[in-house]
């Protein structure tokens, strides 16, 4: 009798190779973009199969970077991230699915302690290996979240 084995791989965020942005409206005239500069994420695939993965995600809401020292200050106060309390916003995957390069990730986002439902729609952009040797996937993905 021939058993089938399914290999689990484990994948983590290149930092020097990723972002998180974020754009938001101000006064409905203008627009801000920031990011965080401190996140990571970790990925367990099993087998080749890409819906079968598990995705966790965590940003640092302390990292915020809008370029306005004032305004990052706010950000990080209890009007909105309240990064005393609530140093890290996270988001976990429910479930994924698509196929060749169009996917989405659904799962668990929490911020500030309240945990809702998101969908990320993002695009697989495929695999490589370095010039050291390292496999690498890469993904860019985007989602709108109302506070």
């Not at 809008?66 to 990064?83: C, M, Q, V, Y």
Request: aromatic residues 10%; proline residues 4%; glycine residues 8%.
């Amino acid at each position: 009798m021939e058993t089938a084995t399914t290999t689990t791989t484990k994948w983590a965020i290149d930092p020097a190779h990723s972002e998180v942005q974020f754009k938001v409206k101000h006064l409905m005239i203008s627009t801000v973009t920031g990011s965080f500069k401190q996140f990571g994420a970790e990925a367990e695939l099993e087998g080749d199969d890409l819906g079968n993965a598990h995705v966790s995600f965590w940003a640092d809401t302390a990292s915020i970077f809008t370029n306005d020292e004032k305004r990052d200050a706010h950000l990080r106060s209890p009007d909105f991230f309240d990064s005393e309390q609530f140093p890290k916003l996270t988001f976990t995957s429910t479930r994924i699915e698509g196929s060749g390069s169009n996917w989405k990730v659904t799962g668990d986002l929490t911020i500030k302690g309240v945990t809702k439902p998101v969908t990320v729609p993002f695009e697989f952009g495929g695999a490589a290996t370095d010039p050291f040797g390292n496999d690498r996937i890469g993904f860019e993905g985007q989602v709108v979240v109302n506070r």
